[in-house]
């Protein structure tokens, strides 16, 4: 069955983020992506320079207008990462109540990551409570952290407390995609944890708690986060009551895709040489394959 995605993302002309990085990823495995670029940047703003332009509320609800005039607001997913502010947010909030009353299972997958007015995409609200976040929790099913409790998490037992803290506020699935806690397979590793609530027969809650290892690379990504994000949705959608097998492909794209980015750019750099932004974009039409079928490199163990 068709299955319709409405991604609410940047866009940037050279590169992979925002829906430069979900778009491709979810086309591959059937997805029909509608997509509303809530910027268009040259490149990501971790080059020396970026220029471009920022979709404005009015704006986004004049695209959405066209849409619904056409009575084709009809979405089975709403996917959305990086906003600029408050009042993007709002209005994304209104558009999401619409589409959740045209189609109740409808399924918000959020990336909450807020940037200053288009300038600092990837300054997280360290700082902001997630009073911020509330309103847009309540309508949200699946939801990566993103600081966004306002808690550090030090120990395995403060991660699951955010995750149960974040299933309160709306989520049913919640993933940390990455975490500062020390993992047991040593410092080449990091972190990621999941959590799942399922509803058993007899109509009483119990939850599936996920953690994985994951083999670090040392150099800094950008685009991760979104083709994370994307890769989730698709991967719950083939596996909705099965976190441990959503993650497990999820991570196991997002290291291949690293690992061919990673050998690319330093390739590309020369011996001894740090790869620049440019030639660290993630390597995503190379890894159209792994995409579509992953190779299994990352096992989650059920906690
Ligand atoms: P972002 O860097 O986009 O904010 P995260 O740091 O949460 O996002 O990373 C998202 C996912 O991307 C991680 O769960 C991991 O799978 C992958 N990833 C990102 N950076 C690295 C890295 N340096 N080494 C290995 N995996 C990485
Ligand atoms: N969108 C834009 C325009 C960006 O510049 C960035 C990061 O710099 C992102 C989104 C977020 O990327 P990530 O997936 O690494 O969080």
């Given at each position: 069955m068709e299955c319709r995605v409405l991604s609410i993302q940047?866009?940037?002309?050279?590169?992979?983020?925002?829906?430069?990085?979900?778009?491709?990823?979810?086309?591959?495995?059937?997805?029909?992506?509608?997509?509303?670029?809530?910027?268009?940047?040259?490149n990501h703003t971790g080059y020396g320079h970026w220029k471009g332009q920022v979709l404005t509320a009015e704006e986004?609800?004049?695209?959405?207008?066209?849409?619904?005039?056409?009575?084709?607001?009809?979405?089975?997913?709403?996917?959305?990462?990086?906003?600029?502010?408050?009042?993007?947010?709002?209005?994304?909030?209104?558009i999401i109540k619409e589409l959740k009353k045209a189609n109740p299972s409808l399924v918000y997958v959020c990336d909450p990551v807020?940037?200053?007015?288009?300038?600092?995409?990837?300054?997280?609200?360290?700082?902001?409570?997630?009073?911020k976040w509330q309103p847009l929790l309540l309508f949200c099913d699946i939801i990566f952290h993103r600081l966004l409790t306002g808690r550090k998490i030090n120990t395995?037992?403060?991660?699951?407390?955010?995750?149960?803290?974040?299933?309160?506020?709306?989520?049913?699935t919640v993933v940390l995609t990455s975490t500062d806690l020390p993992s047991k397979q040593?410092?080449?590793?990091?972190v990621a944890l999941g959590s799942q609530k399922i509803k058993k027969p007899d109509g009483t809650n119990t939850d599936q708690k996920i953690c994985m290892d994951i083999p670090k690379v040392d150099a800094v990504f950008v685009g991760t986060g979104d083709l994370f994000?994307?890769?989730?949705?698709?991967?719950t959608h083939q596996h909705p009551k099965d976190l441990k097998t959503a993650c497990e492909k999820t991570v196991s794209v997002?290291?291949?895709?690293?690992?061919?980015?990673?050998?690319?750019?330093?390739?590309?750099?020369?011996?001894?040489?740090?790869?620049?932004?440019?030639?660290?974009?993630?390597?995503?039409?190379?890894?159209?394959?792994?995409?579509?079928?992953?190779?299994?490199?990352?096992?989650?163990k059920v906690l």
């Open positions: 940047s866009h940037v002309v050279r590169g992979y983020v925002g829906n430069k990085s979900a778009t491709f990823p979810l086309q591959v495995l059937g997805f029909e992506v509608d997509s509303i670029n809530s910027v268009q940047f040259s986004l609800n004049v695209l959405y207008e066209g849409i619904k005039l056409n009575n084709v607001n009809h979405y089975d997913y709403i996917l959305t990462g990086y906003s600029r502010d408050i009042s993007f947010l709002v209005t994304v909030v209104d807020m940037g200053d007015q288009g300038a600092m995409v990837s300054s997280y609200p360290h700082t902001s409570s997630y009073a395995e037992e403060d991660a699951i407390e955010v995750m149960d803290l974040l299933h309160k506020m709306g989520p049913e040593g410092d080449q590793f990091l994000a994307a890769l989730m949705l698709a991967w997002m290291h291949h895709v690293i690992k061919r980015t990673i050998t690319y750019a330093n390739e590309m750099a020369g011996p001894g040489k740090r790869p620049t932004p440019a030639q660290l974009e993630l390597r995503m039409v190379q890894s159209k394959a792994d995409i579509e079928n992953p190779a299994i490199v990352v096992e989650a």
